[in-house]
């Protein structure tokens, strides 16, 4: 159980363009999803808190305009990277917050995002 | 603020033992957590903490200490597959955020 997929898992796209990246939790329904992205051979830096039904939390020096999230429905998070940079390059990870379990969050496997 | 503190990296030999320390400044903790994870995968979960002590798990243990703001992670019998990057985490009270420490790079030889 408490499964959490990302799609696509590796997207090209050219500097300008958006684009869309999906979590869901597959077997379990999540109010909360979270927002991280790591660059090479760092940590995982939180970006935003994705509440089902409402908008999301932003971190410090996230800008909540290039990152559009929503959070549809209670299986379903996107991130909309806008009018991406070669600087948004990066591997983009969600995860989900089970209720069962509150405390842990259980990771989707990531999306690596290269913007030419 | 928030300060979570790991080595960078850290070198073990195969079938040795390695300690891998995190310590942490935070308002309002609430437990901590170790991932596992490998380049271009995403964490895996291995252990929570959120009383002081030692929790094992197999060839794995954690401990925490919450007056010393300190855990850390034991790895015994190390193999080749544990070549990989291992990151703390810690929660707060009134929030389920992750805070990440700097995370730690493992690299076992044979």
């Known amino acids: 159980g408490a499964v959490v997929s990302q799609h696509p898992s590796r997207v090209i796209c050219k500097s300008g363009t958006s684009v869309k990246i999906e979590c869901r939790s597959l077997?379990?329904?999540?109010?909360?999803m979270f927002w991280y992205r790591q660059f090479p051979k760092q940590s995982l830096m939180l970006m935003a808190t994705?509440?089902?039904?409402?908008?999301?939390?932003?971190e410090q020096g996230v800008e909540k305009d290039k990152f559009l999230i929503n959070h549809a429905s209670l299986t379903l998070s996107t991130l909309t990277v806008t009018s991406a940079h070669p600087e948004d390059s990066s591997f983009y990870i969600c995860?989900?917050?089970?209720?069962?379990?509150?405390?842990?969050?259980?990771f989707g496997p990531g999306t690596r995002l290269t913007v030419t | 603020g928030q300060n979570i503190d790991q080595p960078t990296e850290m070198t073990a030999t195969e079938g040795a033992i390695v300690q891998i320390n995190c310590t942490y400044q935070t308002s309002g903790f609430n437990g901590l957590f170790w991932y596992q994870q490998h380049a271009g995968e995403a964490p895996t979960f291995l252990s929570y903490?959120?009383?002081?002590g030692l929790e094992e798990k197999g060839r794995f243990s954690s401990f925490l200490s919450r007056s010393k703001g300190y855990s850390y992670l034991l790895l015994k019998e190390l193999q080749m597959k544990d070549s990989a990057s291992y990151l703390c985490a810690v929660t707060t009270s009134g929030t389920y955020k992750y805070i990440f420490g700097t995370g730690t790079r493992l690299k076992v030889l044979a």
């Open positions: 077997d379990f329904q999540a109010t909360t």
């Open positions: 994705s509440n089902e039904g409402s908008k999301a939390t932003y």
């Open positions: 903490n959120v009383l002081d």
């Open positions: 995860s989900a917050r089970d209720e069962t379990s509150p405390y842990e969050q259980y």
